[in-house]
Structures are given as C-alpha cells and as structure tokens.
C-alpha cells in the first residue's frame, strides 16, 4: 500500500518561504515519478511540479519561485516555495505514480497515489 504524508503547511506573509516534506512508503519510492499539486476553492486541481529519476518539469505560473528537490536517503520529496504570493494559497499535495522515464507530467488523472494534503495560506 502506498502511503504519502505532506506536512510544513502554515500561514506566512507575502514574500517569505516555505519548504513542504512528502514522505512516501510502501513501495520502491525510486520507481516512481512525483508530482505536487494544489487546489484553491473552487478551483480546479493544478500540477505544479514533478520530478522523476532524471527529469523535472514546472508549471509555468511557478517557474523561478518552486523547486522539487528529492532525497532518496529520507524517502522524502520536498516542495521549496520562495517569494510566495497570495494566489499561491492553496492546499497542497503530494502524488505518485509508476515511473515512465524522462516523462514527468502534471496532470492530476495520471497520478495514482496521493497524500491528504496540507494547507498554505498567504497574507498580503
């Protein structure tokens, strides 16, 4: 069974950071191709990064401010948010699915396993 679990959500002022941990288990987490997501209210999911064993895409809307670095060690993918903006409130999460090598997609109804999802607010 896969288990993902986000955590490092919170509320923080336009202009800091933050960095939200995924931990994954249950499977051979070097397989698999991650992404994070965030949905706003009312809004539809949006991918806005992934990263596999050699590749890693962004949306364009986080290009610059995101990072998606990944320590195999800790099973642990991370989310580096910089220069957060109020749009970037939403709650975010973390997904997995079997790895296709050197395809890294952001469609949410290409990942099989998700997390629960923590919340970012941004204050202006």
């Known amino acids: 069974q896969v288990q993902l679990v986000e955590s490092g959500g919170g509320s923080v002022q336009a202009g800091g950071s933050l960095r939200l941990p995924c931990t994954a288990s249950?499977?051979?987490?070097?397989?698999?191709?991650m992404a994070w997501f965030r949905q706003a209210p009312g809004k539809e999911r949006e991918g806005v990064a992934a990263i596999d064993t050699s590749s890693t895409s962004y949306a364009d809307s986080v290009k610059g401010r995101f990072t998606i670095p990944k320590d195999n060690a800790k099973n642990t993918l991370y989310l580096q948010i910089s220069s957060l903006k109020p749009e970037d409130t939403a709650m975010y999460y973390c997904?997995?699915?079997?790895?296709?090598?050197?395809?890294?997609?952001?469609?949410?109804?290409?990942?099989?396993?998700w997390g629960q999802g923590t919340q970012v607010t941004v204050s202006s």
């Open positions: 249950g499977y051979m987490y070097k397989n698999y191709g």
């Open positions: 997904a997995a699915r079997v790895e296709t090598p050197g395809w890294v997609p952001l469609s949410a109804r290409l990942y099989n396993y």
